[in-house]
């Protein structure tokens, strides 16, 4: 599978401060590609490199084949994105905008507005002012703008910032329809872990400034750390006979925690083995860690 992205040793300094620091990237065609870290990561910075906003101070970029670099010349009739806050003229209608952003980015088709307008549904709003939309409504239209000339690729930064939940949904199903329906590769930042995991195929993590992990969606489940508790009465007791049996365990009171992969996966036999010594459990349940608590352990945020 050819890849739409591809950045090899991407490195860019502002002074003393590294904002990224030797970043390959590798964004399939045809993917989600969710890229997480909290604030300040170096995200935005590694964007702007793609786009060929910024030099970059080491390294190679390779976008949909073609290599960026500041002479400007690239893949950009293929490439959507939204990267700077979405500016709009608030006097003008939604068709209006649109209409001037094509004529600007010098798109021949007249019929552009109108299919980006259905495509992202936002007929009921076309002759609103810009002015006066919510902010989903707002990044609507800077999703619109982004799709106007029909691109192979989406580079969006935080695309779902600022909205409600309701509104993060929304952009959510919009952008999965049109990986479907169109075709599209989606390469978004985020620094929300649950969002990015609702969304993309594949994640990559950078925390500051290095790419700490990339893994597909699917494998984030099977990372989150799970652990079975077990709630009883005699705990004291219980401990005493599950270590004896094997186990490892810690205790909180009356809870019991267990982290082997045996006991998460055979939750039958510490119930067995807690009646049969008379410390008989009132519950058993397995916990999986949470996912901004995964993101927090993975950066070292958190233990
Ligand atoms: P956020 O979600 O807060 O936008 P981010 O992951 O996008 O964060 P970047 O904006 O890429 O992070 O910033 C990475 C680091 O580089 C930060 O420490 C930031 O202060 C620094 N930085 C970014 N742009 C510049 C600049 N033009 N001059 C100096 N430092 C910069």
Do not use: C
């Amino acid at each position: 599978m050819s890849l739409a992205i591809e950045t090899k040793n991407l490195s860019k300094s502002f002074g003393e401060v590294h904002a990224v620091r030797k970043i390959n990237l590798k964004v399939r065609e045809g993917e989600i590609y969710g890229f997480l870290g909290l604030n300040g990561a170096g995200k935005t910075t590694t964007i702007r490199a793609l786009l060929g906003m910024i030099r970059p101070s080491a390294g190679s970029v390779r976008v949909l084949g073609k290599s960026i670099s500041s002479d400007k010349r690239g893949p950009w009739k293929d490439i959507g994105h939204s990267v700077e806050k979405p500016a709009a003229y608030p006097e003008l209608t939604v068709k209006e905008n649109l209409e001037v952003a094509r004529r600007l980015q010098g798109i021949g088709d007249k019929n552009a507005v109108n299919r980006v307008i259905a495509q992202l549904q936002i007929l009921p709003y076309e002759n609103r002012k810009a002015g006066h939309l919510s902010t989903g409504n707002f990044q609507r239209l800077a999703l619109a703008r982004a799709l106007l000339h029909n691109p192979k690729l989406l580079i969006l930064d935080e695309p779902a910032s600022g909205l409600d939940p309701a509104g993060v949904v929304e952009i959510r199903e919009l952008l999965k329809r049109l990986v479907k329906e169109n075709g599209l590769t989606v390469f978004m930042s985020s620094h929300i872990l649950t969002e990015v995991s609702r969304l993309a195929t594949r994640i990559g993590i950078i925390h500051e400034g290095r790419l700490i992990e990339e893994l597909d969606a699917k494998k984030l489940e099977e990372m989150r750390s799970q652990r079975l508790e077990v709630k009883t009465k005699k705990s004291i007791l219980a401990k005493k006979t599950l270590l004896k049996a094997g186990y490892s365990v810690s205790r909180d009171n009356e809870i019991l925690i267990l982290k082997d992969k045996r006991a998460i996966q055979h939750s039958e036999n510490i119930a067995t083995i807690l009646v049969n010594a008379e410390a008989p459990p009132s519950q058993l349940s397995i916990k999986q860690e949470n996912l901004e608590d995964y993101f927090l352990r993975l950066t070292g945020a958190k233990p």
